[in-house]
């Protein structure tokens, strides 16, 4: 591999990086976007839940992820495999479900359990921006700690 090719893969990481960062941890909308592409693309599977567009994508994050996100949420990273364009994360992502997580469990009343739950993400990058982002979540595992 080429110093010019880790160098592609490095700032595709830190893309990811960042944005994950300007979501879970600082829950700045604002700040995910100027990572985002005009055109970019987010899904949770299988909810079906986020947006394309930056329109789309401000309202699924303002309305749907940041106000309702966990304090407690852990994110472990399991695997990450990265080429020029995408980064795939395998992460284990643990939370106590004491709010609603309509971009998740859409329309499901807190448990109060904790949870621990895997998850799959792939997030695309093109020009130095998010251009889309899929994240797969292991719904069975997540209903069945959850008691639902």
Do not use: N
């Not at 990058?125 to 069975?140: E, G, T």
């Amino acid at each position: 591999m080429t110093l010019q090719i880790q160098q592609y893969i490095w700032a595709v990481e830190k893309v990811r990086d960042a944005f994950q960062e300007a979501v879970y941890v600082a829950r700045d909308v604002d700040a995910a976007l100027a990572l985002a592409a005009t055109d970019c693309a987010v899904r949770h599977l299988p909810s079906g839940s986020g947006g394309t567009g930056h329109d789309e994508l401000r309202r699924h994050l303002a309305e749907d992820v940041v106000p309702h996100l966990p304090d407690d949420l852990v994110f472990t990273r399991v695997s990450r495999t990265v080429d020029k364009w995408r980064v795939v994360d395998e992460t284990t992502v643990g939370f106590t479900h004491d709010r609603e997580l309509p971009w998740l469990l859409p329309g499901v009343a807190p448990t109060g359990r904790r949870a621990e739950v895997a998850a799959v993400s792939v997030l695309g990058v093109r020009a130095s921006k998010v251009a889309f982002q899929r994240v797969l979540w292991d719904h069975v595992g997540l209903v069945a700690r959850l008691g639902l």
